[in-house]
């Protein structure tokens, strides 16, 4: 058969049992040509076929035609990757995983949630909002962000000092896999296992190359009665995170810890400028501003803030941000999600270029040696500084993932290169300080094969995990071993 | 780059779209939460506009009928820093251009264009008054509904004057037939000539942002004017717990928010919010024409706005406008089975006739 038959003859088995909901329609393609990564301005990668399965049967059934005619299947979810983990450069079928956004149950006696994986996690919270509880797993993208994409690509969350990623909610998962079956996977509503693999764990930051996951099982947690949030500056970058340490060590209980550059607090500041019409003034000698927002009974609160202050300010030199509006401009930013006027700061900062980021993770304690390469290697691409943010993902610890962020200029080729070599030598940098390639983004169709760097002999176990579960590699190819931006080191 | 001389005018907000991804517009669009396809929510229309422009894609009669299947009840432009509706009506305007466009909107354009009316009007309804009050097409069919709220307006003491008028037109720009738009005001400015110059009190959310926005005319719907007088309002208190559903025209697109609830509260009712409400209400299901091309799908984001209300718990919906009641009066009863009550759907002007008497 040619590559046409073949696409012809798998979008009639799949209208058989989906009818409208499996389409070759062009505008259709289109609609799911891009996300949100860096790419030359004019490029447009179609998937041959939209499906929008409703449940995991159909799913099942869809990568058994996909099987049978060796296309490629890729997830698509909340469609705001940075990483390419969604473009489909090798054609297939595109499964939006939207339609299935069913609750299917809510089990407060046991503070657990079962649904579909293509339920937003603003939907999700909408729905558990009423039992008092919720999911405190926050991207910043959690408007659009599903269950299965923070699943898929191991997202980061605005409380993970707290309480940790996706991984830590996470007790369950059903994935089909590229062997076309259901499997379920994890240990149910219990908080851990020790019995077997755990399986379920490939999956996180698996980007669909093993399976697509199609339900999940979340503990939740008691939403917080009240929320205080405050900002401190400090003269180095590693004054703040130390402070931090610090402040968890004394047994405070911190839910979220965002530790900026000065730069970056210009990105969050949208709503302040639009309210006073200029800057937020932050002190010359300041070089890094710490957010720590404290959750809880509202006694609780209060003395968290004093302690926190008598840390922070009595031992570490810390200023408090006098200007509370600065702070509260942050938080509608970073979590409110509330912009005015009623416009919001991603468009309008990108008329002219576009975010991108090199989301690599180091120690803690090569965090300036991390920040000044930032510095040096953004310069060598000539790249545009955005600015950098270390959020803190692991349960009471200084953990950090790192947004190393650019403006990136995508009117031409060359300066689209210049992006991926600037996420190329930042990617070494951090292997050499101890460091991770990548720590919310994903390998996407950027790292690919050039991770191997990172991963050495167990790149080759890796290799053999995919043809487990992938045996015709059909999941999501050209990812995770292959990239089209970033050559393989070496070659 | 395809010569579509309107749709290039929004190359450059395109591609920011395009660059950009956030999908703040999408899950939540009226639409997409019925088709769950991205095409049809404002992120995949966006992609679909670059299609156009790059020459990926061709206009097609599937093209036009995505196209067609938006409400332009703006929720994604308030959600973004872009000019959505307005590409979005460019995009209609282009596949017209090109030979597209749905017979059910020709035909609509058509009888507004010869007739000045979009619905048969049994009897033009008049009034000698002194202060304009314009009912649009839709209410000059409510005789009904317009006495209630002339009776309400003579009680908080305005003297409405319901003179000629023609149709503001709304719908025919809104798909795609920007020239005739043009043509359609000169004949409304030249039969509501005598009143352009002060303020008209309006009544259908539509009209009613439509001559603020498009005529440049001083037009005041008349709960506004009904709120200023509130103070000196001898009310009946209605024992009430209802919702309130913002007429996209009327609350998202001209900021009338807090005084429909205002007047709620003035008449003791509970007023408990929708999980979209005000500025991020979402449509009713009859804006932008879709009721006139799929009105199953219509029906369909009616039913999910009536699920909102149960969703809070309330089942009485309260709204001000004369497509948003029909509408979701259509979606409560489809709903009714699934629910296992009927959500009710009343008009703000009959409850507050009812605590006037």
């Known amino acids: 058969m040619t590559d046409s038959e073949k696409l012809n003859a798998a979008l009639t088995e799949l209208q058989a049992f989906l009818g409208e909901r499996a389409t070759a329609a062009p505008m259709h393609r289109m609609a799911y040509s891009r996300d949100w990564s860096p790419r030359f301005k004019d490029m447009v990668d179609l998937p041959d076929i939209v499906v929008v399965p409703h449940n995991t049967d159909e799913v099942v059934q869809i990568v058994q035609v996909a099987l049978k005619y060796e296309l490629p299947v890729i997830p698509f979810a909340g469609g705001t990757g940075m990483g390419g983990g969604v473009v489909a450069w090798k054609g297939g079928i595109m499964i939006e995983t939207k339609g299935m956004n069913k609750v299917l149950e809510i089990d407060p006696d046991n503070m657990s949630v079962t649904v579909q994986a293509g339920i937003t996690i603003w939907e999700l919270n909408e729905h558990l909002a009423p039992y008092g509880l919720w999911l405190p797993h926050q991207p910043e993208s959690k408007r659009a962000c599903t269950v299965g994409a923070s699943i898929g690509v191991d997202n980061d969350s605005t409380f993970g000092v707290r309480y940790g990623k996706i991984l830590d909610c996470l007790t369950n998962v059903v994935v089909v896999t590229g062997r076309g079956e259901a499997v379920r996977m994890g240990h149910r509503k219990a908080s851990f296992s020790s019995t077997g693999y755990n399986l379920m764990h490939l999956f996180v930051a698996g980007e669909g190359t093993l399976g697509v996951v199609t339900e999940a099982t979340l503990r939740v947690v008691t939403l917080p009665k009240t929320r205080q949030v405050r900002g401190w500056v400090f003269p180095t970058l590693i004054d703040g995170a130390r402070a931090l340490e610090r402040t968890l060590a004394s047994g405070l209980s911190v839910e979220s810890a965002h530790l900026n550059c000065r730069q970056r607090l210009h990105f969050y500041t949208h709503a302040y400028r639009q309210k006073y019409g200029r800057e937020p003034e932050v002190p010359d000698w300041a070089e890094s501003i710490l957010f720590l927002s404290f959750a809880g009974d509202e006694d609780v609160v209060e003395f968290s803030l004093g302690k926190a202050r008598q840390v922070i300010e009595n031992e570490y030199k810390g200023e408090l941000v006098r200007e509370q509006e600065i702070v509260e401009g942050y938080w509608d930013s970073k979590h409110r999600l509330a912009f005015l006027p009623f416009k919001q700061k991603w468009p309008d900062s990108q008329r002219e270029k576009k975010f991108g980021s090199a989301d690599v993770g180091v120690p803690m304690g090569r965090l300036e040696e991390m920040y000044h390469a930032f510095l040096e290697i953004s310069a060598k691409y000539e790249q545009q500084i955005l600015g950098m943010t270390v959020y803190n993902e692991s349960p009471n610890k200084v953990s950090p993932s790192i947004s190393f962020a650019i403006f990136v200029d995508d009117s031409t080729e060359e300066r689209v290169r210049n992006f991926f070599g600037y996420v190329r030598e930042m990617s070494l940098k951090a292997v050499e300080l101890e460091g991770t390639m990548s720590t919310y983004i994903g390998d996407g169709d950027r790292l690919g094969g050039f991770n191997a760097y990172e991963h050495g002999l167990s790149y080759e176990y890796m290799k053999d995990v995919k043809a487990l579960f992938d045996p015709k590699n059909i999941m999501n190819p050209g990812k995770k071993f292959e990239s089209r931006w970033i050559a393989p080191q070496g070659t | ?357």
């Open chain 2, 1 to 357: 780059m395809a010569d579509y001389p309107i749709l290039q005018e929004f190359t450059e907000e395109i591609y920011t779209c395009n660059r950009t991804r956030c999908g703040f517009c999408s899950v939540e669009c009226p639409v997409f939460r019925v088709r769950r396809l991205e095409t049809y929510a404002s992120r995949g229309r966006m992609l679909a506009a670059r299609g156009l422009l790059e020459g990926v894609l061709e206009p097609s009669a599937e093209l036009q009928e995505v196209m067609d299947e938006c409400l332009m009840c703006g929720y994604c432009q308030a959600r973004c820093a872009l000019h959505n509706m307005d590409i979005f009506a460019s995009v209609r305007q282009e596949l017209r251009t090109a030979g597209y466009s749905s017979p059910k909107h020709e035909r609509t354009a058509t009888k507004i264009l010869e007739e000045g009316t979009l619905f048969d009007r049994p009897k033009p309804i008049r009034r000698v008054g002194t202060t304009p009050l314009y009912l649009g097409c839709a209410y000059q069919t409510k005789p009904h509904e317009v006495q209630t709220i002339v009776s309400v307006l003579e009680k908080v003491g305005i003297d409405p004057l319901i003179s000629d008028e023609v149709c503001c037109s709304y719908i025919v720009g809104a798909v795609g037939f920007a020239d005739e738009f043009e043509s359609a005001q000169a004949r409304f400015r030249q039969i509501y000539g005598p009143h352009l110059d002060g303020a008209i009190l309006t009544v259908c959310p539509t009209c009613t942002a439509t001559l603020h926005d498009e005529y440049n005319l001083a037009a005041k719907h008349a709960l506004v004017a009904v709120a200023e007088r509130l103070a000196d309002m001898d009310l009946k208190p209605l024992d009430m717990r209802v919702t309130y559903h913002d007429p996209c025209h009327l609350g998202r697109m001209l900021g009338v928010i807090e005084e429909p609830r205002q007047i709620l509260r003035a008449l003791g009712i509970e007023v408990v919010e929708m999980e979209h409400h005000g500025t991020f209400s979402t449509c009713c299901g009859g804006g932008g024409g879709l009721l006139d091309v799929d009105r199953n799908l219509a029906i369909e984001v009616s039913k999910n706005r009536i699920r909102d209300a149960a969703a809070v718990g309330v089942d009485t919906i309260v709204t001000a406008c004369p497509t948003c009641q029909p509408t979701l009066l259509r979606g409560a009863g489809r709903m009714a089975n699934e629910l296992g009550h009927f959500v009710d759907v009343l008009d703000l002007w009959e409850l507050l006739d009812k605590a006037l008497d």
